[in-house]
């Protein structure tokens, strides 16, 4: 679509709705909100444009979820080796995402997340050692910001790794809404060192803000009245999901 196409009505209320959607997503499972906007937006506009949309609802709703829990502190705490290393490896293959073809990479994480996700619902779990967390760390969020900076999505390996810590619910969605929050604010300094965030996309992402955080605003009513064995079966069942929608869009 031609960039004055970007502004017409229709088009802004699809937006609006794709990320309304995309919040509740998130809402009720600390996740998704990049992804399934970028399932609709994809068929919209163009994947740069629709990449640099999504940054500003995806770190705003990240900063409510990031300060929405009471355990802030000690979660940097206990993360800062993978969020250092994110950050890192983000910026060093930022310039994949921007002259590279990833859709076989795309293809594969897909495929990833949805056999974590079946392993997890038939009932396997990855332990880990508390000795050995802090190096894995390192390792999980250094090749978490390389497929970030090669694919523009950040949940493998961080989001099985989070989940595998024991957190409760809250504190997972919280810890979720840090990790997202720096490969966010690293994936938008790649693009932004690479000259590719346009300045229209930019405004419309400002405008998607309200229905993103509408959407994550009702996601979370509906997370707080649920039991932990459902929220758990809904986390499990985005991830299928995700991996799906990704594995259809890099076909």
């Known amino acids: 679509m031609t960039s004055s196409l970007a502004f017409e009505p229709a088009l802004v209320m699809m937006i609006a709705a794709t990320f309304v959607l995309a919040g509740m997503v998130k809402g009720v499972t600390g996740m998704g909100l990049p992804t399934v906007a970028m399932g609709i937006l994809g068929s919209l506009i163009s994947p740069v444009a629709a990449a640099a949309m999504l940054l500003l609802p995806s770190l705003i709703s990240n900063l409510f979820q990031f300060g929405g829990g009471r355990n802030t502190g000690q979660?940097?705490?206990?993360?800062?080796?993978?969020?250092?290393?994110?950050?890192?490896?983000?910026?060093?293959?930022?310039?994949?995402?921007?002259?590279?073809?990833?859709?076989?990479?795309?293809?594969?994480?897909?495929?990833?997340?949805?056999?974590?996700?079946?392993?997890?619902l038939a009932g396997k779990k990855i332990t880990v050692a508390a000795q050995h967390e802090k190096s894995y760390s390192l390792v999980i969020g250094f090749v978490t910001g390389l497929l970030t900076g090669g694919t523009g999505?950040?949940?493998?390996?961080?989001?099985?790794?989070?989940?595998?810590?024991?957190?409760?619910?809250?504190?997972?969605?919280?810890?979720?809404?840090?990790?997202?929050?720096?490969?966010?604010?690293?994936?938008?300094?790649?693009?932004?060192?690479?000259?590719?965030?346009?300045?229209?996309?930019?405004?419309?992402?400002?405008?998607?803000i309200v229905p993103a955080l509408i959407g994550q605003w009702l996601g979370t009513r509906v997370r707080?009245?649920?039991?932990?064995?459902?929220?758990?079966?809904?986390?499990?069942?985005?991830?299928?999901?995700?991996?799906?929608?990704?594995?259809?869009r890099a076909a």
């Open 75 to 120: 979660l940097l705490k206990r993360l800062w080796p993978m969020l250092l290393t994110v950050v890192v490896a983000t910026l060093l293959a930022s310039a994949w995402i921007t002259g590279g073809d990833t859709t076989r990479t795309q293809f594969a994480l897909g495929v990833a997340l949805v056999a974590y996700a079946i392993w997890t």
């Open 153 to 208: 999505v950040f949940v493998m390996p961080a989001v099985p790794w989070i989940q595998s810590l024991g957190f409760e619910k809250d504190e997972l969605v919280q810890a979720l809404g840090i990790s997202f929050t720096f490969s966010t604010l690293a994936l938008a300094l790649g693009l932004w060192w690479h000259n590719a965030l346009p300045v229209q996309s930019l405004s419309l992402s400002a405008l998607a």
């Open 224 to 248: 707080r009245v649920i039991s932990p064995q459902v929220f758990k079966r809904c986390f499990l069942f985005c991830l299928v999901g995700l991996g799906i929608e990704m594995i259809l």
